[in-house]
């Protein structure tokens, strides 16, 4: 009864006015305390430079990947898009506080309400409109579980630009609705490896039955876009400016949580590269190095544990080896996790910027096998009723295990995670936890 008054009185939702959209993407690079090391030519050894760039990334883009301003707009045109579903709202979990039976106050960002249902086209439409803006007419991308290509190709269309998405194979059996929503928004979509490409090809006559993974799609993407003029390459995570863009979620839960009078004790996000997980907690790793005390949490999946059992080393972005080399933890680059369904966990690396936090002891990660994840799900689904896609999932588990460990310890945690998108379009996966059929790799 105690708790019930509670909830009544006190609020659920906590949301922000549309003049409330943050106008800058914050670039954390400007506080590290530790500097990034470059990113290297395979060739020469040597720092990449604009010029090696450009033939796949536009000017802009090129510039924030740089960037050490503190602050960078955000154009009028990239807000009127992000209007359409920003801000997105932040919850109180107060039902699955109750079904923990914890103290602690457990929030969650809801980056499930964009158009493609995730956190994805934050970036999307801000890589779209430079490389609009810049001349180019076509993107070519790479997508694991979907929701980046649906993302891209969202805002492809509506920023007026061709779009072709190299869908890594086991997910497109496996999501076949991802696939028929990236085609609704007009985009071209192919399992890879495909026959588009030499690398696919080569691949193929290697592996004909390969399940594809994100480091081959990227590779695909990469050759396409490199041998057209006419296309530019996306990337939908790990590098620099998409961490960037991702930054209106956590200013905005900062301003939210402001509004529910707390202040989180523990920030958790699901990295697959990094990009959700940085777009809520770099807002706050801002205040951490300032000197606030938070706990800030990387969740990935146990099938491929690149920060807590990858090595940190220079190694390439893609398996065929056309991508510059990345300072980053990694599991190698011709690695190919196994096929778990939080498709969008399935990288062999991670963003520089979050391997250089965790290195020098800003954040730590943890590891999940998918059964636990997927009880996890279903704890979150049969109290608070929305049921997330597997890789937020991770977040979910870790923020369930942070209430539990505080209830052992008597203590009372304030826990904010990043529900990076909803899962109504992973119930394939859900069917298989139901029918006691999700191996734990
Ligand atoms: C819902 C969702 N969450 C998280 C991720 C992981 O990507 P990132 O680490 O870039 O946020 C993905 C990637 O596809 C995703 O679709």
Known sequence: ??????????????????SQLPRRWYNIRSDMPTALQPV???GTGQPVGPDDLAPLFPMELIGQEV??????????????????????????????EEAIGTRSRIFYKYEG???????????????????????????????????WGSALAFACKLIGLECKVYMVKISY?????RRSMIQAWGAEIVPSPS???????????????????????ISEAVEDAAGRDDTAYSLGSVLNHVLLHQTVIGQEALAQMELAGAFPDAVIGCVGGGSNFAGLAFPFLREKFAGREI???????????????????????????????????????DFVPAPIHAGGLRYHGDAPIICNLVKNGWMEAVAYPQGKVFEAAMQFARSQGTIPAP???????????????????????????????????DLSAYDAYLHGQLVDV
Not at 75 to 84: D, K, Q
Not at 197 to 206: K, M, S, V
Not at 396 to 425: C, M, P, Q, T, W
């Open 1 to 18: 009864m105690q708790q019930t008054r509670t909830r009544a009185a006190d609020q659920t939702k906590f949301l922000l006015e549309e």
């Open 40 to 42: 290297l030519h395979p």
């Open 67 to 96: 960037s050490e301003d503190a602050e960078i707009a955000i154009p009028e045109e990239v807000l009127e898009i992000y209007r359409l579903w920003r801000p997105t709202p932040l919850f109180r979990a107060w039902r699955l």
């Open 113 to 147: 309400v964009s158009p493609p249902g995730s956190h994805k086209p934050n970036t999307a439409v801000a890589q779209a409109f430079y490389n609009k803006k810049e001349g180019r007419t076509r993107l070519s991308t790479e997508t694991g579980a979907g929701q």
């Open 173 to 177: 059996e496996q999501k076949p609705n």
């Open 195 to 217: 026959e588009d490409t030499q690398c696919g090809r080569a691949i193929l006559e290697e592996h004909p039955d390969s399940p594809g993974s994100l480091g081959i799609a």
């Open 295 to 333: 706990d800030v949490l990387a969740c990935e999946p146990a099938a491929c544990p690149t920060l807590t059992r990858g090595l940190f080393a220079y190694d390439f972005g893609d398996t065929s080896k056309l991508t510059p080399l990345v300072p980053m933890h990694t599991l190698g680059h």
């Open 391 to 425: 890789e937020t999932a991770h977040a979910i588990r870790a923020a369930i295990d942070e209430a539990l460990a505080a209830k052992e310890a008597g203590e009372e945690r304030v826990i904010l995670f990043n529900y990076s998108g909803h899962g109504l379009l």
